[in-house]
């Protein structure tokens, strides 16, 4: 799927500050970042939707979403911790939730590892 | 969103046809039924939706029961391709919150 390019694509920290980056080349407005922990399902963090922020689930206060963009979505981690370590998806939709289509379109993920 | 339930792994051969239940007996009625996969490394692929029709398209089969109560996913002569977690999730349009479950893990033998 090259219609959404995350970076960086494998990432390992220790207790240090790293972004994500994400792009999409779908024209959608709404985006979104998924965390998906070892053997579980993905988990909503964060949505987007003309570039404002309309969605924050129950997430620590060392991640911060930002978009600077309607095609872009970075998430910018301070302090990892190693319960950070997981999988994170972008993700986009033409509206929140999927639109008329329901549909979303995920990028293939960054790994974060956490020493 | 309502919950679905689903068994948590199946198994089949290559070139079988395979039917992935999915139970959601408190579905309400502007609710779609909406499957996606997700293969290991990768993010999640939708593969189809319904509201009260059968639904058919290149992935899949999408067999909805006449209460809505349960679908099944057909997938026909799969192959090691075909091997995932198969998610079925439950929205409505305008329902900003898209609630993966455990889904099941289809294994395909040779």
């Known amino acids: 799927n090259t219609k959404i390019t995350q970076s960086p694509r494998y990432l390992i920290l220790g207790r240090a500050n790293k972004s994500l980056e994400c792009e999409q080349h779908?024209?959608?407005?709404?985006m979104y970042w998924y965390k998906q922990s070892a053997e579980k399902p993905p988990e909503l963090m964060f949505l987007y939707n003309l570039k404002q922020l309309i969605r924050n689930e129950t997430v620590p206060s060392r991640f911060i979403p930002e978009c600077p963009d309607s095609s872009k979505l970075l998430l910018h981690i301070s302090a990892v911790d190693p319960e950070d370590s997981a999988v994170y998806f972008c993700?986009?939709?033409?509206?929140?939730?999927?639109?008329?289509?329901?549909?979303?379109?995920f990028g293939e993920g960054s790994k974060l590892t956490v020493l | 969103d309502a919950k679905t339930t689903q068994p948590d792994s199946m198994e089949s051969t290559e070139g079988e046809t395979v039917h992935l239940p999915c139970s959601h007996a408190?579905?309400?009625?502007?609710?779609?039924i909406y499957w996606y996969r997700q293969v290991p490394l990768q993010g999640p692929e939708y593969v189809t939706h319904?509201?009260?029709q059968n639904t058919t398209n290149s992935m899949a089969f999408l067999a909805i029961a006449s209460d809505r109560k349960s679908s099944t996913l057909i997938l026909t002569h799969v192959s090691l391709r075909d091997a995932a977690v198969y998610h079925c999730i439950l929205t409505n349009y305008g329902n900003e919150k898209i609630t993966f479950g455990a889904g099941t893990k289809l294994t395909i033998k040779p």
């Open positions: 779908l024209g959608h407005n709404a």
């Open positions: 408190t579905i309400s009625g502007n609710e779609y």
């Open positions: 319904g509201l009260q």
């Open positions: 993700a986009s939709s033409p509206s929140p939730g999927g639109g008329n289509t329901g549909q979303l379109y």
